[in-house]
């Protein structure tokens, strides 16, 4: 595949197929990941490819503990409810999920059924846990390389027919996940990233994010012509 052909058709993938991820793909998957620079090439990061009973353990302790009203437990910052324009760009991209998937906004139990998906790893058959060194939680560095990687994950991903979506909502209840994916107490939790084949027949995947335009991303400081 061409490098334009990756960036630009790789979306998200929220429906997956029961197809196995064969171990030796999601190696080749994230040795052309870990190609991604990082500060001072301290690759920071780590996986954690989980499945089988470990993840469905993950799977039923984020849903009970979302379900009993169990506020969200992360190991990162986080800033809270987004507003002003990034709360519009977020009500968008719902609005464009929500319709693709038949999801009317006053339909509280669908909604609830999309968030549990979320919280479910969108019953994806990997999730991928990524952590960091500890040893640089107070270098924000460390999280500026996590993202360089995550995004070469899920395009390296795309390039060789695998979905992926990246899934804060499979973190959010990092106590469980760190039981049952036995991270190490030295790393902390980053994100996950639900991997697999993709689901055919399921529309949201389908759906095409907006961006920006870059003439309101991009500014020229004494540029030439
Ligand atoms: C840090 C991060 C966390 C995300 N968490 C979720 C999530 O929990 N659930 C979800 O459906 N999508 C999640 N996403 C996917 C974004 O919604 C998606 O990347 C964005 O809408 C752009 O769409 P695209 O990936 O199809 O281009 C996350 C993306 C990032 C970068």
Redo the contacts with the bound molecule.
Sequence with gaps: MEFDDVIKN???I?GFSDQVLPKELLKEIVALATRAPSSMNTQPWYFHAVSGKALDEIRKGNTERNLAGIPASREIRIHGAYDGVHRERQKK?AAQ?FKAMNIDWGDKEKRQDWVLR?FRQ?DAPVSVVVTFDQSLDDNDIAMFDC?AV?NAL?NAAWSRGVGA??????IMQSPVVRKHAAIPDDQIIM?CVAMGYPLEDFPAND???TRRPVEEVVRFVDFYE
């Design positions: 790789r979306r998200s929220r991209i999920l979320g969108f993202g995550v899920v979506v990246i899934n804060g909502q499979g994100s759906v095409v994010s």
